[in-house]
Nanobody, 125 residues
Framework: FRLVESGGDLVQPGGSLRLSCTVP????????IGWHRQAPGKEREGVSC????????AYVDVVKGRFTISRNSDKNTVYLQMHNLKPEDTAVYYC???????????????????WGQGTQVTVSS
């Protein structure tokens, strides 16, 4: 199924952005939703994820305290609010969806992981 991301932009260091990921209705309570990113010349890394019920979340250490994952069930949308952005946050950000049978999430994609098309975040003065 299709994940639709939006919100990427050019922002100055210290600025904020909010990324959005729209999830199909049938997947809303069955899939853990996550955000991964890939910077030029670097491997893709998990940034944040949320359990299917939205209760449990996780963050990679380098974004803790700056990024927040949240969701709006009325809009079937998961957000990644990013504050105090740094040049090293520059990357293509991907929304992901993984079928889960418990209320956990993981940064490790599998062959069954669904990926969005990606949205570019550039942090530069």
């Amino acid at each position: 199924f299709r994940l639709v991301e939006s919100g990427g932009d050019l922002v100055q260091p210290g600025g904020s952005l909010r990324l959005s990921c729209t999830v199909p209705d049938f997947a809303w309570d069955l899939y853990a939703i996550g955000w991964h990113r890939q910077a030029p010349g670097k491997e893709r890394e998990g940034v944040s994820c949320m359990s299917p019920n939205g209760v449990n979340t996780a963050y990679v250490d380098v974004v803790k305290g700056r990024f927040t994952i949240s969701r709006n069930s009325d809009k079937n949308t998961v957000y990644l609010q990013m504050h105090n952005l740094k040049p090293e946050d520059t990357a293509v950000y991907y929304c992901t969806a993984d079928r889960r049978f418990d209320q956990s999430c993981s940064f490790e994609p599998t062959p069954s992981t669904f990926w969005g098309q990606g949205t570019q975040v550039t942090v530069s003065s």
